[in-house]
């Protein structure tokens, strides 16, 4: 039973401990923060799958820098604004980085069901996928509407080693696919395609790397595909000093040997007890996640503890059954539990 659950695994968030965890705090987007891109030549995005070694020694620019601005927006959203003015607006915490929606010249979308991209933690062999829709205005003074309804999918689908110009060597760089496949509705429908790449660093909070492409479909039989690449303007280092990946990535033990906890009864059915014990004072998180990776609910969080712990978990609504992950954040150290839900 344990080798098909530790199998099942490898769609949930236990197989976070493989570096690198895009997080909120590591990788989350912030208010006050600036991120350059350099267009470049475009690049294909090479293969999925695990320890991949993607050489882009070669990438040449071929514009001038853009910059990206993060401020705080309305309602407790952030505001990211591109070079070209454009206004994309997200809800972005620990648990999720979700796209609200767009403000440009001669063009709005405002979602009424918007897009994930994220869901934090988020690792190799992580996935998320659903629909979104909402509204588009166009015109000089947005006088035109119409609606915009599509599935979007985002995965965590490779890792491996980036080699970048400037002899930069990249290890443990995460690559997350995203796809959105929508139509716009206004005089006529337009359905558009876009399937973007984004390679994510451990020492850097933003894509290192991005490319892109996006294809359109018209009424009359037209098509027309745009394809981009950028590449970061930030001072990358390499960090060659890093251990490389594992050749499998696998689930975080369950039994360390410097932290000592039990959970039970496993499985469960209306509630587990959770005990831990810490040698010293310690910075503490402890959340629950569907097997999907979804969140449910944090035990603990936030807190400072030492000596012994006891959590139980009774929750005022009636649990799905099956299998659920209990994710157990000691400072820097991470460990999951699986459990059944009768």
Same mark, same amino acid.
């Given at each position: ?44 995005? &090479? ?28 309602? #407790? ?6 070079? *070209? ?6 809800? %972005? ?7 609200? #929606?767009?403000? $440009? ?20 062999? $992580?996935?998320? =996928?659903? *629909?979104?829709? #909402?509204? %588009? ?19 965590? *689908? ?28 206004? %005089? ?32 009359? &039989? ?15 280092? $390499? ?6 990946? =594992?050749?499998?990535p696998k689930p975080a033990q369950e039994d360390p040997v410097d932290i000592k906890y039990t959970v039970y009864p496993n499985p469960y059915n209306s509630y587990f ?22 969140? @449910? ?20 609504? =009636? ?11 000691? *400072?820097?150290? @991470? ?8």
């Amino acid at each position: 039973m344990k080798k098909v659950l530790f199998s099942m695994l490898l769609f949930a968030p236990a197989v976070l401990a493989a570096q690198p965890v895009l997080t909120y705090q590591t990788h989350g987007l912030r208010a006050g923060e600036s991120h350059g891109m350099q267009k470049v030549e475009y690049l294909s995005p &090479g293969n999925a799958e695990a320890k991949q070694v993607w050489d882009f020694r070669s990438v040449s620019p071929i514009d001038p820098q853009r910059i990206e601005t993060i401020d705080n927006g309305e309602a #407790g959203k952030l505001k990211v604004t591109s070079a *070209d003015g454009s206004k994309f607006t997200y809800t %972005c915490n620990e648990y999720a980085n979700v796209y609200e #929606g767009y403000v $440009s010249t001669g063009r709005t979308i405002e979602f009424e069901k918007p897009i994930t991209k994220i869901k934090y933690p988020f690792g190799y062999g $992580s996935r998320l =996928a659903g *629909d979104f829709n #909402g509204h %588009c205005y166009y015109g000089a003074n947005l006088s035109h509407a119409g609606t915009i309804a599509g599935s979007f999918s985002s995965e965590a *689908d490779a890792y491996g080693v980036l080699r970048l110009p400037n002899d930069v060597t990249l290890h443990n760089v995460l690559r997350v696919k995203t796809r959105e496949s929508y139509v716009e509705s206004l %005089c006529s429908h337009v359905h558009i395609e876009t399937v973007k790449y984004l390679w994510y660093a451990p020492e850097y909070r933003y894509p290192v790397l991005v490319t892109w492409e996006i294809s359109y479909s018209y009424e009359n &039989g037209e098509t027309k595909t745009v394809t981009e690449s950028f590449y970061t303007t930030e001072k990358l280092v $390499s960090n060659t000093a890093t251990p490389v990946i =594992a050749d499998t990535p696998k689930p975080a033990q369950e039994d360390p040997v410097d932290i000592k906890y039990t959970v039970y009864p496993n499985p469960y059915n209306s509630y587990f007890h959770l005990t831990y014990t810490l040698e010293k004072e310690t910075m503490v998180n402890i959340a629950l996640y569907t097997a999907s990776g979804q969140f @449910v609910t944090f035990l603990v969080k936030n807190q400072k503890q030492n000596g012994v712990q006891h959590v139980t978990y009774n929750p005022i609504s =009636a649990d799905f059954a099956g299998m659920y992950v209990v994710r157990l954040l000691f *400072d820097d150290k @991470v460990y999951t539990k699986t459990l059944i839900k009768d």
